[in-house]
């Protein structure tokens, strides 16, 4: 399976893919940013609710501490108490604004990585599907020279005029002519479009010179 074209570009091909880890790891780095500087927020919330949360361990020991005042222990430590049950009311708030705030935090990072990613995804990944497809079938037609006058046609079809005028001041006629050489250069250009290239032409072997260096009339000729 053939990933990359022949040629130039296969250098723009490969730029595109380098490009597209790259933006996939811009898209990371800008979601962490974004999950650190929305997860900040929240960074007061927490911290008060663990001051306040010494803060009644402290009271808890006060009270317990009060309690074994013999006689007026309990009515010494109730205050204690009362304010240690306002403080919890207190963290619990604290504690669903953090909460909310990271929850926050992790949903943004999730969209500022997906958003962007999943569009330039959607942009380069059905064009490189699409190559290596195309690459399969393209190849199932330049295995011999029979088929070169698809190619030919397409050309005719796809290039510029002065791409065609360079091969031949009549592509069309030499192509219905069946010039073989207009249809294989066409076939190339074509190929070079796409990012093919013709396979090597077969070299037919020539012909063993005779031996003799008379012509078969002149042998004729001595035998008589």
Sequence with gaps: MRLY?????????????????????????????????????????RRSGELLTQVITQLDMISRNLAKVPGVGDSMGLPFRTLSRLMWELVGQYEHQSSSVSSAADTISVLVFLIPALIMVALWLPRRVAFVQGVQTWQQFIDEDADLDLFALRAMAHLPMRDLAAVSSDPVGDWRQGDAEVIRRLAQLELERVGLRLPPRERTPRPTSSTSTGSPDVEALDHE
């Design 5 to 45: 074209a022949r040629g130039t570009r296969a250098v723009w091909q490969a730029a595109s893919d380098i490009g597209i880890v790259l933006w996939l790891l811009l898209c990371w780095w800008a979601a962490q940013t974004a999950h650190r500087v929305i997860d900040a927020v929240g960074t007061p919330s």
